[in-house]
């Protein structure tokens, strides 16, 4: 009368299509909840979900229900100090008292709680994250190296390894060949029976012995060949064939330049990092590899590693050619502009060596922007700008769809100011 | 009775050790009379668990964002540990299909097996709302058919256009039941069948009641110029329908104006799977009580016969205690009466009664008191919903154990009154409030189609017969919206207090402002 059935192993996620459907129905109200999320928290844990709440009453499925009011009756469990006919205030906040209407738990889930929250994956997160966001000059630099490639099922071959062995393949390659292989046999065999046959039903008298024998002898031959033909055979293997396809490869760089001068705060520093951060989040989606080269500079630039980069503290002057310069070696050794799509990602406070600004532009105009997919330049102060960001200026307006600057004042700015940045472009 | 060696020991368990578990139930649970459809007992994960509840149960359901929103917030409140997942899941089903989840100690397997496979499928094999209303054997394949049709529809139609009408049908689900009459069986091979010729025939029907009007607005003038001159009777022909409907969704389905051949099919989906959950609405204490009963029972016997050792009973009783306790009221975790501990409290109470009755059982009960325990709780299990079961069998002694108590609220008074406790005096009075506080048509407001205009402006008005002067709840509008993107013409509401109309809505609000 009863059996078990063993379900685990069946497909979860059986609600992903209408978990979808909710996250599509309420994408505003999630978009804002995320958008104050990332402004809220650091972006070092970028890599989370989110905790996400939308006003319950928003989301409410409506149905005919009792208001407030009129008449009720409620029966309520766990009486101490009641007695008949006592006389009680009504409980501020209306139905305190208990909506013991015998309410099932199916339904109504909302009432009372003014928020619904859930959480959303990684995934989810980052999607509505860098919702209506594009990368500029996204190109899929199409190229055959010979490191990238990949195994592609190509078809049957005859010879490979015992793993890739194609079974049903070889079967059928086997059967094949017993048939072809045993079909003159057995003809033959047929034939020989049939004359032995012919030859013992004819008259004693006229049966030629030595015929006999031999044609019996000829069929002890074939049965033994018949029997010799082998079930399978090396002839017979066939392998899955595999061929190395080259695939286009799809990478990017990106640079992180930052000012270290002594100007630049710790808090600077931390504002910069969540901009470089969140654009590497950014990078990581659009691109199958993203490279991180970071380089800092105060009056003479280098390459360092992020924990360098973000932490270690330096002071001096502040000379900004010195690190595009770097930027620029680096890519002639290392970066085929061809191969790679480069990015560069720069902060600074916008201080600069007087007569240094001029050299960044003409580093940026003749060399730097041939080569770039996009520059962008963060300037984090609450002071006026300088001559560094006039002279950016005017590399933007050479290059106003591959150079983009913004200023960012404090923290909170950093999201808006970034999803200003790569806001897609309506066609 | 010779004690055995239990059949198996600690927590873990396997396929094995589970099939003879549920075979020694299965003889107790014969013993005991426990009729059920066969059981089909189903291994699964913590998240399609998850997937289960959110589809309310249903191993299939078709497509639709509240499913979502559901499993949202199943996920979200597993995950922070707030729920414990899936006690049970069982579905009306034949085979009777009955979920156990693979992190379940093997006790929670053997109690889920006892209080589903047994205790809940023997009542939706018995109880004669289950048996009246829905058909066991078809349910399965007819969500089949649903999801496929919406599915369809969707490809056809668009995600948008199918999801805005389910939105409109779910508002109006409770109302897409027949209250008293037996409904059609459900057969997803006819359903196949005969949906093409079906959609044929509704749609004939529905045009030739609309026929009667011109469909231009001005031969809708001409016809209201005329109406103090009628000489043929023509605007005096009643009312229609004449009855009033209490299944909207029914009458959406044959009378709407303007729906599409799929969007009425859609509008019976959503009713036919509302019939088939109105019976588990209606029998929440008893269905629960029932089965807790049972898994209580059979657990206690499967002890007494050794075949489950005193670490697994005590687990059991550990997690059986916390199931049927019942908060008091001003407990901050007070979430209502706790339809298990109702339950459970009033059938054992009944064999009680039935076994050691006292003086006052056997004035209360003089029918059942001192009779055989076994056939009153099966008579009892069969012939009653929450309303009546509670109005029949609510003792003095289940009044008095879990405390319950009366209280008035009415807006004309300033004061709560306590109308009853339980005392001699209150126990009537309680158990009567009780009963009505589970009677489906007190606890939503009583909405009937009252009339359709099919000689006018086509629109529809209904009634609400306000039940001790209760209004209705804001919600009211947004459910107008829905109901009158299905009627496709104004809708309207009248809200009936002793005989007069006390207040009025309509939907879309008319131009001057006010809500009258």
Known sequence: MSYFIDRRANAKHKSAVNRQRFLDRYRTHIKRSVEEAVNRRSITDMQHGEKVSIPTRDISEPVFQHGQGGHRSIVSPGNREFDEGDRLRRPSGGGGGGDGSGEGGASNQGEGMDEFAFSLTRDEFLDFVFDGLELPHLERKQLMDLEEVKPVRSGITRDGVPSRINIVRSMREAQARRIAMRAPIRRALRESMDALAEEERKDPVLRNPSRIQELKAEIERLEKRLESVPFIDTYDLRYNNLVNQPTPSNKAVMFCVMDVSGSMTQSHKDIAKRFFLLLYLFLERNYEKVELVFVRHHTAAKEVDEEEFFYSRETGGTIVSSALTLVDEIISDRYPPADWNLYVAQASDGDNWDDDSTTCREVLSKSLMQKLAYFTYVEITPHAHQALWEEYEAVEADFPSRFAMRQIVEPGDIYPVFRELFRKVEA | ?516
Not at chain 2, 464 to 488: C, E, F, I, N, T
């Open chain 2, 1 to 516: 009775m010779t004690r055995q060696t239990p059949i198996a020991t600690g927590s873990d368990w396997n396929f094995e050790v589970l099939a003879e578990f549920e075979r020694e139930i299965a003889r107790l649970a014969d013993e005991y009379r426990l009729d059920t459809y066969p059981n089909q007992i189903e291994v699964i994960t913590s998240e399609q668990m998850m997937d289960a509840y959110a589809s309310v149960g249903m191993p299939v359901g078709y497509h639709h964002w509240s499913f979502g929103k559901q499993f949202l917030s199943v996920e979200q409140a597993y995950r922070r540990g707030q729920m414990g997942l899936a006690y049970e899941l069982v579905i009306n089903s034949d085979p009777c299909i009955a979920y156990l989840m693979e992190e379940n100690t093997l006790m929670m397997q053997v109690l889920v097996m006892a209080h589903a496979c047994y205790g809940h499928n023997s009542f939706f094999k018995g109880n004669y709302l289950f048996r009246a209303w829905t058909d066991a054997s078809s349910i399965i394949d007819y969500l089949v058919f649903a999801r496929k049709y919406v599915a369809e529809c969707e490809e056809r139609y668009g995600v948008a256009a199918v999801e805005q009408l389910l939105d409109a049908c779910h508002a109006l689900q409770n109302y897409g039941v027949d209250r008293y009459k037996r409904p059609s069986p459900i057969s997803a091979e006819e359903e196949a069948l005969r949906q093409a010729e079906r959609e044929e025939y509704l749609q004939a029907q529905v045009n030739t009641l609309w026929r009667t009007i011109p469909l231009s607005g001005q031969g809708l003038e001409a016809i209201t110029e005329d109406d103090g001159d009628d000489p043929l009777g023509l605007h005096q022909a009643g009312r229609y329908p004449p009855e009033p409907q209490e299944n909207l969704l029914y009458f959406i389905e044959k009378n709407a104006p303007l729906l599409a051949p799929w969007q009425r099919e859609i509008v019976r989906i959503v009713r036919k799977l509302a019939q088939y959950f109105y019976p588990q609405r209606q029998t929440q204490v008893m269905n629960e009580g029932w089965a807790t009963f049972w898994h209580y029972t059979l657990m206690h016997r499967m002890f007494d016969e050794g075949l489950v050792d005193e670490g697994l009973i005590l687990e059991f009783l550990q997690s059986h205690t916390a199931v049927v306790h019942q908060q008091p009221f001003d407990s901050p975790y007070y979430n209502g009466i706790n339809p298990y501990a109702l339950g459970f409290a009033m059938f054992t109470d009944i064999r009680r009664i039935c076994e050691s009755p006292t003086d006052e059982d056997r004035e209360w009960f003089p029918d059942i008191a001192g009779s055989n325990w076994l056939d009153t709780l099966h008579f009892a299990m069969r012939n009653f919903k929450d309303e009546s079961f509670i109005q029949q069998f609510l003792s003095p002694k289940v009044i008095r154990d879990l405390k319950l108590f009366n209280v008035i609220d009415d807006d004309q008074d300033e004061m709560l009154t306590v109308a009853a406790i339980h005392d001699e005096r209150g126990y009537r009075r309680l158990r009567e409030a009780l009963s009505v506080q589970y009677a489906l048509s007190v606890r939503e407001p009583n909405i009937q189609i009252y009339a359709a205009d099919i000689r006018g402006d086509r629109s529809l008005t209904l009634r609400h017969v306000q039940d001790r002067r209760r209004p209705l709840a804001k919600s009211v509008y947004p459910v107008m919206r829905h109901l009158h993107q299905l009627w496709g013409f104004t809708v309207r509401l009248e809200s009936i207090e002793d005989d007069e109309v006390a207040r009025r809505y309509q939907w879309p609000l008319p131009n001057e402002g006010g809500q009258e």
